[in-house]
Structure formats: structure tokens, C-alpha cells
């Protein structure tokens, strides 16, 4: 099997140093344990932050240890009666051709004809309901409310677009890094405007498209974009942040907002979440989704990087922005 795993934590951008592309041999199954051939393997922002040493909401990944992670694939080896060959799974065993362990460690998941098991690791899955929950559990949005989110082009970003819309959002902002992004947010997404935050003048661009402020906050990016919604903002308003992507490979700590008063003066709610603390919601958003999915109201990209042996550069050319939607790694057959 092939497995990669950290060597070294990376200091800023992570370097294909930082990791080691491993040939393991997979012992024979015990009782109880299954073999998974991976499909698609997921590379996810989060992942960044496990490799420092810090505290933080999941450990630190370990020196020499295998890179663990969402990954969807089918099994070919069983030894369990729960999980027969050729069953679907979703599980956290990361960055493999191959997954092996016990079977209650893989989640079957429906076998739908024609959709792709990568979209388990992002519409119907993890960024997914992190959209759903930072908007409904967290930004307590509301039918009417105009809503920005940052980092709208991604995983995350382009799910929340479209489901805020199909909460009732009145309007739809979002921001991304490049002119193919903010045309695909209007023209695909729903977002009822967008701007380039490259062009610079953040808070600039965003009054300009928010003339009527902005009641909820959906926030990937950090700095200077929340720095921009606290400008926004209408009294009472409400942000999720969700993530702080412009500062994952900085070296020098980031320059903080110079508004930060207006959360007081407005009577601002800023809530930080991990999906971790809402998995409670996974019924009604899977019920949600699947209708909304079905009758063909949701779109998705996927940006698909060939071979295992490639995750590391799939990894980093997403923080850096290559991808549109999901980001993935297609495992393809050893
Ligand atoms: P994305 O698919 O959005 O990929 C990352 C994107 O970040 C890139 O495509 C790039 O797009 C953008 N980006 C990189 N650097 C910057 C920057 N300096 N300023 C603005 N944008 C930047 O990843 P995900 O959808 O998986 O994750 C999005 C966010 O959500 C992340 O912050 C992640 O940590 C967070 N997250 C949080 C969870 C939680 O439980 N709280 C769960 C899942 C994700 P561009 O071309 O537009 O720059």
C-alpha cells in the first residue's frame, strides 16, 4: 500500500519534504477487520493546522505517522459480516491507496448508480453540513437576511451560496480569488453578487456590493474579509467563522481588524464552530440535502487530482487556490 505520512512540520507552506511517500506492507486481516480500496481521498484545510504542535479541537498529527483524513472507497477484503466485498464506505483513515482496520472504523454509505462516492466527502458530506450548520445553528439565519461568505468558491463556499438561497436568503455575496471564481458564483451558484478580494480594497468591494449591509457572516478566509463584514455589518448581525484560511501558512502572527468596537456598538454575535460540536444536526441536514439534491437544485464542482502519489501537491495547490469546489485526490487502480 502506499501511505504518506508527515516527516517534519511544516514551517509556513508546507514542502514536499514535509512528507514522506511510504511503501507499507498491510499485514493479513484479522476477524472482525475489513480492506478498503480507496476511490477518492480528501484534502481538506483543517489538515494544515494538525501538522503544527499546537492545541487545538484534534490532535496533532504524529512524525512518521500516517496522514489520517476523510476517504471513500469499496471494500475488497472482508472479514466482517457487517461489511461484505464491494460494499461503499466513508472513513478517517486518510492518505492511501489502501485503508484496513476494524470494520466499525468505515461507515457504509448508500451505492446511488451515477453519482460519484467522492461527493460523501463534500456536498453530502463534512463541507456540506459545515455550510448548513454555520448558517442554521450557528448565524441563526433568516428568510430575508443578506448573507456574505468568504472563501465562496470552494468545498464549503459554494454549498453555503446555495443553501442560504434555498433558506430564503434575500441576498447573496461572496468572495473568491480570481475572475473565473466570481463569474461562477453568480452564474452558477446563485450568489446574487461577487467580487475578486485579489483586486484588493476588501471593505471597499464589499460595500459596494452589501449598499444595504449585511446581516450574517459566513467566514472561511479571516483578516482582512472579517475586518471588511465588521464594516458591513447591520445592527444585530450574526457571524459564523467557520475558518481563518489567510492565516494557515503565515509565519508572522496577522494584523487583527481595526473595527473590532463595532461588535459592541452594533450588538454583533461572532461565533466560532467546529462541525464537531454539531453532528446532532446530520438527520435533518442528510433529509434536507437529499430533497434539495434530488430535484436538482444543487450544483457542485469538483477540481480532481490524479494518484496517490500527488495528495501532498493536491493539498497545498488548494490552500493556494487552484481548486474550484471540492478538492480531491482520485486514487485510481495500484
Ligand atoms: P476550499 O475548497 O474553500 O479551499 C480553500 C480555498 O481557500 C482555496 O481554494 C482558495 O480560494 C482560498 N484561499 C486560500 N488562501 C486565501 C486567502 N489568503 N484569502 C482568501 N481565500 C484564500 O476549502 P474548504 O471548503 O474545505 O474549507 C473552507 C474553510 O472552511 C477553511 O477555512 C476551512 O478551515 C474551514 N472549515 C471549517 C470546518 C469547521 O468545522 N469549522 C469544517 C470544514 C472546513 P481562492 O482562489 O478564492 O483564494
Given at each position: ?145 443578506t ?15 446555495q ?59 479571516g ?44 450588538g ?14 446530520a ?31 493536491a ?7 487552484a ?12
Amino acid at each position: 500500500s502506499t501511505s504518506i505520512q508527515l516527516a517534519s512540520r511544516p514551517q509556513g507552506w508546507p514542502t514536499p519534504d514535509n512528507f514522506t511517500v511510504a511503501s507499507v506492507d498491510l499485514p493479513d486481516l484479522e476477524a472482525g477487520q475489513v480492506r478498503v480500496r480507496n476511490e477518492f481521498v480528501s484534502v481538506d484545510p483543517y489538515m494544515r493546522g494538525r501538522m503544527n504542535d499546537t492545541r487545538s479541537y484534534v490532535a496533532p498529527y504524529a512524525i512518521g505517522a500516517q496522514i489520517t483524513g476523510g476517504a471513500v472507497g469499496r471494500v475488497i477484503e472482508s472479514r466482517s459480516g457487517q461489511l461484505p466485498v464491494g460494499t461503499a464506505v466513508l472513513h478517517q483513515h486518510g492518505w492511501s491507496d489502501l485503508a484496513q482496520g476494524p470494520a466499525d472504523s468505515f461507515r457504509a454509505v448508500p451505492d446511488v448508480p451515477g453519482l460519484s462516492l467522492s461527493l460523501r466527502l463534500h456536498i453530502l458530506g463534512m463541507t456540506g453540513m459545515t455550510a448548513y450548520a454555520g448558517l442554521t445553528a450557528v448565524a441563526g439565519m433568516k428568510p430575508g437576511e443578506t448573507v456574505f461568505i468568504s472563501g465562496a468558491a470552494g468545498a464549503v463556499g459554494t454549498a453555503a451560496g446555495q443553501i442560504a438561497k434555498l433558506l430564503g436568503a434575500k441576498r447573496v455575496i461572496g468572495s473568491a480569488g480570481s475572475a473565473q471564481k466570481v463569474a461562477l458564483l453568480t452564474e452558477k451558484y446563485g450568489y446574487d453578487r461577487a467580487f475578486n478580494y485579489k483586486d484588493g480594497d476588501v471593505r471597499g468591494q464589499l460595500a459596494k456590493a452589501a449598499p444595504e449591509g449585511i446581516d450574517v457572516f459566513f467566514d472561511n478566509v479571516g483578516g482582512d474579509h472579517l475586518e471588511a463584514a465588521l464594516d458591513a455589518f447591520n445592527d444585530k448581525g450574526r457571524a459564523a467563522l467557520c475558518g481563518a484560511i489567510s492565516s494557515y501558512n503565515t509565519t508572522e502572527r496577522a494584523v487583527g481588524p481595526d473595527n473590532m468596537s463595532n461588535i459592541i456598538t452594533r450588538g454583533l454575535t461572532l461565533k466560532g464552530f467546529t462541525l464537531a460540536a454539531y453532528l446532532g444536526l446530520a438527520p435533518e441536514f442528510q433529509e434536507k440535502m437529499t430533497a434539495w439534491f434530488s430535484a436538482g437544485k444543487i450544483s457542485f464542482d469538483e477540481t480532481i487530482v490524479d494518484g496517490i502519489d500527488n495528495t501532498v501537491d493536491a493539498f497545498v495547490t488548494m490552500m493556494r487556490g487552484a481548486n474550484t469546489g471540492k478538492m480531491l485526490v482520485r486514487v485510481g487502480d495500484a
